[in-house]
């Protein structure tokens, strides 16, 4: 069982920077694959951004790569995205999640969920 806590949500100007925490409890934290998604209103939930359990491998959408960095550190159970460069597209509710298998960018391989965290950037 692992429990996800997502926070540093807020609202930015656009080119300004955020960085988001999720913090997991549970003692098989290390062993999860992590992802970043978000969700705009009226639209779907995205993948943004993941990590391997061990942090050597990182994976990007598109639309954040050169903007974003996802890592984590195993020993505190936290994972951290650094948003730069946002833009008013970016802004949509991020969740933090965990996975052990299946395709990255997909929800649906994820198994747990943080509560989300709003992420709003003016123009």
């Known amino acids: 069982q692992v429990q996800l806590v997502e926070s540093g949500g807020g609202l930015v100007q656009a080119g300004g920077s955020l960085r988001l925490s999720c913090a997991a409890s549970?003692?098989?934290?290390?062993?999860?694959?992590m992802g970043w998604f978000r969700q705009a209103p009226g639209k779907e939930r995205e993948f943004v951004t993941g990590?391997?359990?061990?942090?050597?491998?990182?994976y990007y959408a598109d639309s954040v790569k050169g903007r974003f960095t996802i890592s984590r550190d195993n020993a505190r159970n936290t994972v951290s995205l650094q948003m730069n460069s946002l833009k008013p597209e970016d802004t949509a509710v991020y969740y933090c999640?965990?996975?052990?298998?299946?395709?990255?960018?997909?929800?649906?391989?994820?198994?747990?969920w943080g509560q989300g965290t709003q992420v709003t950037v003016s123009s």
């Open positions: 549970g003692r098989t934290f290390s062993t999860y694959f």
């Open positions: 990590i391997t359990w061990i942090g050597t491998s990182t």
């Open positions: 999640a965990a996975r052990r298998s299946g395709d990255y960018d997909q929800a649906r391989s994820y198994e747990y």
